[in-house]
T-cell receptor
Framework: KNQVEQSPQSLIILEGKNCTLQCNYTVSPFSNLRWYKQDTGRGPVSLTIMTFSENTKSNGRYTATLDADTKQSSLHITASQLSDSASYICVVSPNLNTGTASKLTFGTGTRLQVML | NAGVTQTPKFQVLKTGQSMTLQCAQDMNHEYMSWYRQDPGMGLRLIHYSVGAGITDQGEVPNGYNVSRSTTEDFPLRLLSAAPSQTSVYFC??????????????FGEGSRLTVL
């Protein structure tokens, strides 16, 4: 069964500090991996999408890395801000070549709290 | 630019009642889907559609119906609400690509409580 596991489940850091969130997956064959940010009470918003050929991708202070060999990804947040407090969800898409979208596998997320 | 709009944001139902969650997108996306989000679990796919007139079941379809009469709208119907359907529901849309779903755009969610 395709699975996506995220760690840690929750994390508290001080404003200005860096942090790294982890995502391990067993989805195969693999097409792409996505990171979403979900603020409390809001819908998830896409941060990055990486294909198997991409090792790293940045979006402002967010940098995602991907190791398709070990099936691991990380999301690094630099110089955290209070507005980074949210859940971060890792989502993996298999390579179907069918145009369907029914097989996305979602992790349970890491809840990040940034404090003063 | 509205994106994906869901209504209502909050709803309380009694067991056995029926209701419809509305979802509309203005991005001309072919793909639309409904997910439910429960504590400690990842988002789970209920139903999805790859175009007007085409729908299919996801991972947890029981107790829900959908239809797709237009590209813009994808309503989710709860036929006879049960307490197990208490959850937060998200509608999402995207372009389709040859390798599957493009970037997903989510609505703000509909929080449903069934008593």
């Amino acid at each position: 069964k395709n699975q996506v596991e995220q760690s840690p489940q929750s994390l508290i850091i001080l404003e200005g500090k860096n942090c790294t969130l982890q995502c391990n997956y067993t989805v195969s064959p693999f097409s792409n991996l996505r990171w979403y940010k979900q603020d409390t009470g809001r819908g998830p918003v896409s941060l990055t999408i990486m294909t198997f050929s991409e090792n790293t991708k940045s979006n402002g202070r967010y940098t995602a890395t991907l190791d398709a060999d070990t099936k691991q990804s990380s999301l690094h947040i630099t110089a955290s801000q209070l507005s980074d407090s949210a859940s971060y969800i890792c989502v993996v898409s298999p390579n179907l070549n069918t145009g369907t979208a029914s097989k996305l596998t979602f992790g349970t997320g890491t809840r990040l709290q940034v404090m003063l | 630019n509205a994106g994906v709009t869901q209504t209502p944001k909050f709803q309380v139902l009694k067991t056995g009642q029926s209701m419809t969650l509305q979802c509309a997108q203005d991005m001309n996306h072919e793909y639309m889907s409904w997910y439910r989000q429960d504590p400690g679990m990842g988002l789970r796919l209920i139903h999805y559609s790859v175009g007007a007139g085409i729908t299919d079941q996801g991972e947890v379809p029981n107790g829900y119906n959908v239809s797709r009469s237009t590209t813009e709208d994808f309503p989710l119907r709860l036929l006879s609400a049960a307490p197990s359907q208490t959850s937060v529901y998200f509608c999402a849309s995207s372009y389709r690509t040859i390798r599957g779903t493009g970037e997903l755009f989510f609505g703000e969610g509909s929080r449903l409580t069934v008593l």
